[in-house]
T-cell receptor, first 114, second 113 residues
Framework: NAGVTQTPKFQVLKTGQSMTLQCAQD?????MSWYRQDPGMGLRLIHY???????DQGEVPNGYNVSRSTTEDFPLRLLSAAPSQTSVYFC?????????????FGNGTRLTVT | GENVEQHPSTLSVQEGDSAVIKCTYS??????FPWYKQELGKGPQLIID?????GEKKDQRIAVTLNKTAKHFSLHITETQPEDSAVYFC????????????FGPGTRLSVLP
């Protein structure tokens, strides 16, 4: 059972380059989200999706785009990378509902922008 | 919006002792409070959670308590073991899906043998 799979694990970009962080889940979860983790700041929500075709902004959406064409995949796009986007990025999924609020996280993508 | 504070930021205990991590939240509408454990190089993993209609929940050596009036909740780990060493995050959520969490900044727990 793969759970949430993120690729790549590591990435180095130059300022201004673009890239897509991939996230896929095989648990048929309706909800998916992207967080960034910075030292001393916990995890901050970037974008989320409550189902295919539906996305919304989180706390720190600027500089990032998302789309959700299938239930399984939720890619995160950086259109023009900036050093401030150096971080560890986590994708998470869950099946919404009163009794199932826990997030399942991938193992993260460590991004460095020089 | 919601703000979650977490203390202490680092905690060292001797193996076998207890560890307590405390979180406070600002939005009284928050109703779901999970705790996550993150080991080096991995994503956070849920270890225990509590909903606002419950005051305490236990799972073997781990317990969580919630004080809605004071807007704080705590993680208690008893009989700590070296494998408990990790970063622990608390979170709070209130949206319709109960999914958009606000996380605390984390506590790095070290269990010394």
């Amino acid at each position: 059972n793969a759970g949430v799979t993120q690729t790549p694990k590591f990435q180095v970009l130059k300022t201004g380059q673009s890239m897509t962080l991939q996230c896929a889940q095989d648990m048929n979860h309706e909800y998916m989200s992207w967080y960034r983790q910075d030292p001393g700041m916990g995890l901050r929500l970037i974008h989320y999706s409550v189902g295919a075709g539906i996305t919304d902004q989180g706390e720190v959406p600027n500089g990032y785009n998302v789309s959700r064409s299938t239930t399984e995949d939720f890619p995160l796009r950086l259109l023009s990378a900036a050093p401030s986007q150096t971080s560890v990025y986590f994708c998470a999924s869950s099946k919404p509902g009163h009794g199932s609020g826990s997030l399942h996280f991938g193992n993260g993508t460590r991004l460095t922008v020089t | 919006g919601e703000n979650v504070e977490q203390h202490p930021s680092t905690l060292s205990v001797q193996e076998g002792d207890s560890a307590v991590i405390k979180c406070t939240y600002s939005d009284s509408a928050s109703n779901y409070f999970p705790w996550y454990k993150q080991e080096l190089g991995k994503g956070p993993q849920l270890i225990i959670d509590i909903r606002s209609n419950v005051g305490e929940k236990k799972d073997q050596r781990i317990a969580v308590t919630l004080n809605k009036t004071a807007k704080h909740f705590s993680l208690h780990i008893t009989e700590t073991q070296p494998e408990d060493s990790a970063v622990y995050f608390c979170a709070a959520s209130k949206d319709n899906y109960g999914q958009n969490f606000v996380f605390g900044p984390g506590t790095r727990l070290s269990v010394l043998p």
